[in-house]
Protein backbone atom coordinates (compact mmCIF):
# COMPACT_ATOMS: atom_id res chain seq x y z
CA UNK A 1 0.00 0.00 0.00
CA UNK A 2 1.29 3.31 -0.83
CA UNK A 3 1.80 5.98 1.81
CA UNK A 4 1.89 9.82 1.05
CA UNK A 5 2.74 12.80 3.47
CA UNK A 6 -1.00 12.31 4.95
CA UNK A 7 -0.92 8.74 5.67
CA UNK A 8 -2.32 5.70 3.49
CA UNK A 9 -5.29 6.34 1.02
CA UNK A 10 -7.85 4.94 3.36
CA UNK A 11 -6.41 7.91 5.52
CA UNK A 12 -6.90 10.41 3.22
CA UNK A 13 -10.87 9.40 2.58
CA UNK A 14 -11.32 10.49 6.14
CA UNK A 15 -9.86 14.14 4.80
CA UNK A 16 -12.75 15.82 2.50
CA UNK A 17 -15.49 14.19 5.20
CA UNK A 18 -13.47 15.77 8.02
CA UNK A 19 -13.47 19.47 6.07
CA UNK A 20 -17.28 19.44 5.78
CA UNK A 21 -17.72 18.24 9.39
CA UNK A 22 -15.48 20.99 11.65
CA UNK A 23 -17.62 23.81 9.57
CA UNK A 24 -20.46 21.62 9.67
CA UNK A 25 -20.20 21.15 14.17
CA UNK A 26 -19.90 25.18 14.27
CA UNK A 27 -22.82 25.81 11.96
CA UNK A 28 -24.88 22.90 14.31
CA UNK A 29 -23.57 24.61 17.34
CA UNK A 30 -23.67 28.87 16.46
CA UNK A 31 -26.02 29.10 13.68
CA UNK A 32 -29.20 26.66 14.00
CA UNK A 33 -28.97 25.53 17.60
CA UNK A 34 -29.46 29.49 18.77
CA UNK A 35 -32.35 29.75 15.79
CA UNK A 36 -33.92 27.13 17.13
CA UNK A 37 -33.63 28.22 20.51
CA UNK A 38 -34.94 31.76 19.92
CA UNK A 39 -38.02 29.79 18.36
CA UNK A 40 -38.78 28.01 21.41
CA UNK A 41 -38.19 30.79 24.09
CA UNK A 42 -40.50 33.27 22.26
CA UNK A 43 -42.94 30.85 23.59
CA UNK A 44 -41.74 31.48 27.23
CA UNK A 45 -41.76 34.02 29.95
CA UNK A 46 -38.31 33.51 30.66
CA UNK A 47 -35.47 36.28 32.27
CA UNK A 48 -32.43 34.60 30.66
CA UNK A 49 -30.51 35.06 34.19
CA UNK A 50 -29.07 31.53 35.73
CA UNK A 51 -31.40 30.31 37.80
CA UNK A 52 -34.47 31.69 36.80
CA UNK A 53 -37.43 29.47 35.62
CA UNK A 54 -38.65 28.76 31.81
CA UNK A 55 -42.08 29.23 32.08
CA UNK A 56 -43.68 28.31 28.84
CA UNK A 57 -46.81 30.41 28.03
CA UNK A 58 -47.54 29.84 24.18
CA UNK A 59 -48.47 33.11 22.55
CA UNK A 60 -48.32 34.54 24.99
CA UNK A 61 -45.80 37.06 24.17
CA UNK A 62 -46.80 37.54 20.63
CA UNK A 63 -50.38 38.82 22.34
CA UNK A 64 -48.71 41.18 24.40
CA UNK A 65 -46.79 42.51 21.25
CA UNK A 66 -50.68 43.17 19.54
CA UNK A 67 -52.29 44.49 22.44
CA UNK A 68 -50.65 45.92 25.55
CA UNK A 69 -47.30 46.61 24.09
CA UNK A 70 -48.25 47.58 20.71
CA UNK A 71 -47.23 51.19 20.62
CA UNK A 72 -43.93 50.34 21.43
CA UNK A 73 -44.10 47.77 18.51
CA UNK A 74 -45.23 50.18 16.24
CA UNK A 75 -43.11 52.63 17.12
CA UNK A 76 -40.25 50.51 16.79
CA UNK A 77 -41.14 49.05 13.11
CA UNK A 78 -41.70 52.21 11.95
CA UNK A 79 -38.60 53.57 12.69
CA UNK A 80 -36.84 50.43 11.56
CA UNK A 81 -38.93 50.57 8.04
CA UNK A 82 -37.94 54.44 7.45
CA UNK A 83 -34.21 53.54 8.45
CA UNK A 84 -34.33 50.74 6.45
CA UNK A 85 -35.88 52.85 3.27
CA UNK A 86 -33.75 56.38 3.86
CA UNK A 87 -30.03 53.95 4.18
CA UNK A 88 -30.93 51.93 0.99
CA UNK A 89 -31.97 54.85 -1.20
CA UNK A 90 -29.17 56.89 -0.09
CA UNK A 91 -26.13 54.73 0.42
CA UNK A 92 -26.71 53.20 -3.40
CA UNK A 93 -27.23 56.96 -4.67
CA UNK A 94 -24.32 57.82 -3.22
CA UNK A 95 -22.29 54.93 -4.12
CA UNK A 96 -23.77 54.56 -7.70
CA UNK A 97 -22.30 58.32 -8.05
CA UNK A 98 -19.10 57.66 -6.52
CA UNK A 99 -18.59 54.64 -8.96
CA UNK A 100 -19.11 56.43 -12.41
CA UNK A 101 -16.61 58.96 -10.83
CA UNK A 102 -14.47 56.55 -9.96
CA UNK A 103 -14.32 53.65 -12.48
CA UNK A 104 -11.74 54.69 -14.68
CA UNK A 105 -7.70 53.32 -14.02
CA UNK A 106 -6.18 56.94 -13.61
CA UNK A 107 -3.79 58.23 -11.24
CA UNK A 108 -5.20 58.46 -7.22
CA UNK A 109 -8.38 56.96 -8.36
CA UNK A 110 -7.21 54.03 -6.39
CA UNK A 111 -6.44 56.27 -3.51
CA UNK A 112 -9.96 57.91 -3.43
CA UNK A 113 -11.75 54.52 -3.83
CA UNK A 114 -9.62 53.03 -0.79
CA UNK A 115 -10.38 56.26 1.34
CA UNK A 116 -13.89 55.85 0.70
CA UNK A 117 -13.54 52.11 1.48
CA UNK A 118 -11.92 52.46 4.15
CA UNK A 119 -14.69 53.22 7.00
CA UNK A 120 -15.84 49.95 6.34
CA UNK A 121 -12.95 48.22 8.00
CA UNK A 122 -13.45 50.27 11.16
CA UNK A 123 -15.37 49.38 14.22
CA UNK A 124 -18.70 49.79 14.76
CA UNK A 125 -17.49 51.25 18.03
CA UNK A 126 -14.70 53.39 16.74
CA UNK A 127 -17.44 54.83 14.46
CA UNK A 128 -19.72 55.30 17.12
CA UNK A 129 -16.76 57.11 19.44
CA UNK A 130 -15.44 59.28 16.89
CA UNK A 131 -18.99 60.57 15.73
CA UNK A 132 -20.45 60.73 18.95
CA UNK A 133 -17.49 63.81 19.55
CA UNK A 134 -17.93 65.14 16.47
CA UNK A 135 -21.48 66.04 16.94
CA UNK A 136 -21.07 66.65 20.83
CA UNK A 137 -23.60 69.11 21.32
CA UNK A 138 -20.98 71.18 23.55
CA UNK A 139 -17.44 70.45 22.50
CA UNK A 140 -18.15 68.84 19.02
CA UNK A 141 -16.72 70.85 16.07
CA UNK A 142 -20.40 70.40 14.36
CA UNK A 143 -21.91 72.52 16.79
CA UNK A 144 -19.48 75.01 16.75
CA UNK A 145 -19.33 75.76 13.46
CA UNK A 146 -23.12 75.40 13.09
CA UNK A 147 -23.37 78.52 15.99
CA UNK A 148 -20.57 80.52 14.72
CA UNK A 149 -21.53 79.82 10.87
CA UNK A 150 -25.09 80.19 11.14
CA UNK A 151 -25.93 81.18 14.42
CA UNK A 152 -28.00 77.45 15.26
CA UNK A 153 -27.56 75.49 18.34
CA UNK A 154 -28.75 72.22 18.26
CA UNK A 155 -28.59 68.88 20.21
CA UNK A 156 -27.81 67.34 17.24
CA UNK A 157 -27.95 63.34 18.49
CA UNK A 158 -29.61 64.45 21.26
CA UNK A 159 -32.47 66.13 19.20
CA UNK A 160 -35.91 64.01 18.22
CA UNK A 161 -35.63 65.88 14.50
CA UNK A 162 -32.11 65.19 14.07
CA UNK A 163 -30.92 62.13 15.77
CA UNK A 164 -32.62 59.35 13.36
CA UNK A 165 -30.85 61.75 10.03
CA UNK A 166 -27.44 61.66 11.30
CA UNK A 167 -27.58 58.00 12.75
CA UNK A 168 -28.26 57.82 8.63
CA UNK A 169 -25.35 59.42 7.26
CA UNK A 170 -23.33 57.96 9.90
CA UNK A 171 -24.30 54.40 8.57
CA UNK A 172 -23.84 55.95 4.79
CA UNK A 173 -20.83 57.19 5.27
CA UNK A 174 -19.68 53.49 7.04
CA UNK A 175 -21.02 51.11 4.34
CA UNK A 176 -20.98 53.15 1.25
CA UNK A 177 -17.61 52.35 0.02
CA UNK A 178 -18.80 48.68 -0.27
CA UNK A 179 -21.65 49.35 -2.30
CA UNK A 180 -19.21 51.82 -4.52
CA UNK A 181 -16.76 48.62 -5.44
CA UNK A 182 -19.72 46.59 -6.64
CA UNK A 183 -20.80 49.12 -9.04
CA UNK A 184 -17.71 50.16 -9.81
CA UNK A 185 -17.02 46.20 -10.77
CA UNK A 186 -20.94 46.38 -12.63
CA UNK A 187 -19.38 48.93 -14.88
CA UNK A 188 -16.80 47.69 -15.58
CA UNK A 189 -18.23 44.35 -16.76
CA UNK A 190 -19.80 46.50 -19.34
CA UNK A 191 -18.77 46.16 -22.86
CA UNK A 192 -16.75 48.91 -24.44
CA UNK A 193 -18.22 48.35 -27.49
CA UNK A 194 -21.95 49.41 -26.26
CA UNK A 195 -20.11 52.48 -25.20
CA UNK A 196 -18.38 53.13 -28.59
CA UNK A 197 -21.90 52.21 -30.37
CA UNK A 198 -24.05 54.83 -28.01
CA UNK A 199 -21.51 57.71 -28.92
CA UNK A 200 -21.41 56.67 -32.70
CA UNK A 201 -25.52 57.57 -31.98
CA UNK A 202 -24.15 60.84 -30.65
CA UNK A 203 -25.96 60.31 -26.95
CA UNK A 204 -24.15 62.43 -24.64
CA UNK A 205 -23.12 61.47 -20.53
CA UNK A 206 -27.12 61.71 -19.38
CA UNK A 207 -28.26 59.78 -22.31
CA UNK A 208 -25.96 56.80 -21.75
CA UNK A 209 -26.15 56.53 -18.20
CA UNK A 210 -29.87 56.06 -18.21
CA UNK A 211 -30.19 53.88 -21.50
CA UNK A 212 -26.66 51.89 -20.90
CA UNK A 213 -24.90 52.12 -18.03
CA UNK A 214 -28.17 52.03 -15.67
CA UNK A 215 -30.05 49.26 -17.40
CA UNK A 216 -26.49 46.82 -17.35
CA UNK A 217 -26.13 47.09 -13.83
CA UNK A 218 -29.10 45.71 -12.79
CA UNK A 219 -27.42 42.74 -11.54
CA UNK A 220 -25.07 44.83 -9.57
CA UNK A 221 -28.50 46.88 -8.68
CA UNK A 222 -29.38 43.64 -7.05
CA UNK A 223 -26.86 42.97 -4.99
CA UNK A 224 -26.52 46.27 -3.47
CA UNK A 225 -30.36 46.99 -2.77
CA UNK A 226 -30.47 43.66 -1.53
CA UNK A 227 -27.12 44.02 0.64
CA UNK A 228 -28.11 47.01 1.80
CA UNK A 229 -31.77 46.65 3.41
CA UNK A 230 -31.25 43.46 4.87
CA UNK A 231 -28.28 44.98 6.96
CA UNK A 232 -30.25 47.91 7.42
CA UNK A 233 -33.38 46.02 9.18
CA UNK A 234 -30.84 44.16 11.64
CA UNK A 235 -28.68 47.01 12.29
CA UNK A 236 -28.71 48.17 16.41
CA UNK A 237 -24.81 48.19 17.45
CA UNK A 238 -24.65 51.76 15.87
CA UNK A 239 -27.26 53.04 16.75
CA UNK A 240 -26.72 51.68 20.33
CA UNK A 241 -24.03 53.38 20.46
CA UNK A 242 -24.65 57.07 19.16
CA UNK A 243 -28.27 56.72 20.54
CA UNK A 244 -28.66 54.04 23.12
CA UNK A 245 -32.25 54.05 20.99
CA UNK A 246 -33.08 57.65 22.61
CA UNK A 247 -35.06 60.59 20.55
CA UNK A 248 -36.68 58.24 18.16
CA UNK A 249 -33.97 55.94 16.99
CA UNK A 250 -35.13 52.77 18.37
CA UNK A 251 -35.72 50.31 15.86
CA UNK A 252 -37.24 46.36 15.93
CA UNK A 253 -33.37 45.11 16.05
CA UNK A 254 -32.40 47.66 18.76
CA UNK A 255 -35.87 46.82 21.11
CA UNK A 256 -35.01 43.28 20.37
CA UNK A 257 -31.36 43.37 21.77
CA UNK A 258 -31.92 45.74 24.66
CA UNK A 259 -35.39 43.95 25.89
CA UNK A 260 -33.37 40.22 25.92
CA UNK A 261 -29.90 41.52 27.16
CA UNK A 262 -30.61 44.41 28.80
CA UNK A 263 -30.47 45.02 32.53
CA UNK A 264 -34.08 43.86 32.65
CA UNK A 265 -33.23 41.01 30.64
CA UNK A 266 -36.71 39.21 29.06
CA UNK A 267 -35.39 37.01 26.96
CA UNK A 268 -38.52 35.25 25.78
CA UNK A 269 -39.95 38.79 24.91
CA UNK A 270 -36.93 39.37 23.52
CA UNK A 271 -36.86 36.17 21.38
CA UNK A 272 -40.18 36.97 19.93
CA UNK A 273 -39.39 40.72 18.42
CA UNK A 274 -36.19 38.46 16.82
CA UNK A 275 -39.85 36.35 15.24
CA UNK A 276 -41.28 39.52 14.51
CA UNK A 277 -37.84 40.88 12.38
CA UNK A 278 -37.31 37.63 11.00
CA UNK A 279 -40.60 37.91 9.51
CA UNK A 280 -40.25 41.53 8.62
CA UNK A 281 -37.06 40.70 6.76
CA UNK A 282 -38.60 37.63 5.32
CA UNK A 283 -41.37 40.14 3.77
CA UNK A 284 -38.83 43.08 3.01
CA UNK A 285 -36.18 40.69 1.08
CA UNK A 286 -38.50 38.34 -0.50
CA UNK A 287 -40.34 41.39 -2.12
CA UNK A 288 -36.95 43.14 -3.59
CA UNK A 289 -35.39 39.98 -4.73
CA UNK A 290 -39.37 39.90 -6.95
CA UNK A 291 -38.91 43.24 -7.80
CA UNK A 292 -35.20 43.43 -8.57
CA UNK A 293 -34.96 40.13 -10.74
CA UNK A 294 -38.07 41.23 -12.64
CA UNK A 295 -36.07 44.37 -13.69
CA UNK A 296 -33.24 42.05 -14.32
CA UNK A 297 -35.22 40.21 -16.66
CA UNK A 298 -37.08 43.10 -18.11
CA UNK A 299 -33.66 45.07 -19.18
Known sequence: MTTCPFGTRRTRRWIPWLSIAIPGIGWLVFGLYPSVA???????????????????CGLCNYRDAFTTMLPDVAGSLKVTIIYVIAVTLLQNGVALGLAVLLKEKRPLYGLYRALIFMPQIFSVAVVGAIFSLLLDPYSGPVAHFLHSAFGITSSLLGSTTLALPLVIVVNVWMFTGYSMLIYIAGLRHIPKEVYEAGALDGAGRW????HISWPLLAPATTVNVFL?????IGEFALILVLTNGNFGTRTLGLSMFTTAFGSNSQLGYGSMLAMLQFFLTLVIGGGLLVVLRRREVSM
Not at 38 to 56: E, H, I, Q, R
Open 207 to 210: AVFR
Open 228 to 232: TAMGS
Open 38 to 56: TVGYSFTKYSGLPGTALNV
